[in-house]
């Protein structure tokens, strides 16, 4: 059971869906930062749970699943030194 199963007022609660969209975050994360009367309980609860679990805004921070990440570039092969 999670600390917030107790909190009916949370935001996320009103439009789960919102929290979901990692595309344009920014009104969930303004929601959570600036509304969201569950904001402390949410981010200590957030920081308990392994980083790559979490999906979508939480506590005002964007959560992307690693299957979602963009690709990083390659490195450049070392070049020797002669």
């Given at each position: ?41 949410c ?17 005002g ?22």
């Amino acid at each position: 059971m999670s600390p917030l199963d107790d909190l009916a007022d949370v935001l996320c609660r009103q439009d789960p869906e919102m929290w979901d969209d990692t595309t344009d975050p920014q009104p969930a994360v303004d929601g959570c930062l600036y509304r969201c009367k569950a904001y402390n309980a949410c981010r200590q609860w957030a920081q308990t749970q392994p980083a790559d679990s979490l999906v979508g805004v939480i506590a005002g921070e964007v959560y992307v699943h690693p299957s979602d990440r963009k690709p990083r570039r390659p490195r450049k092969p070392k070049q020797e030194i002669a």
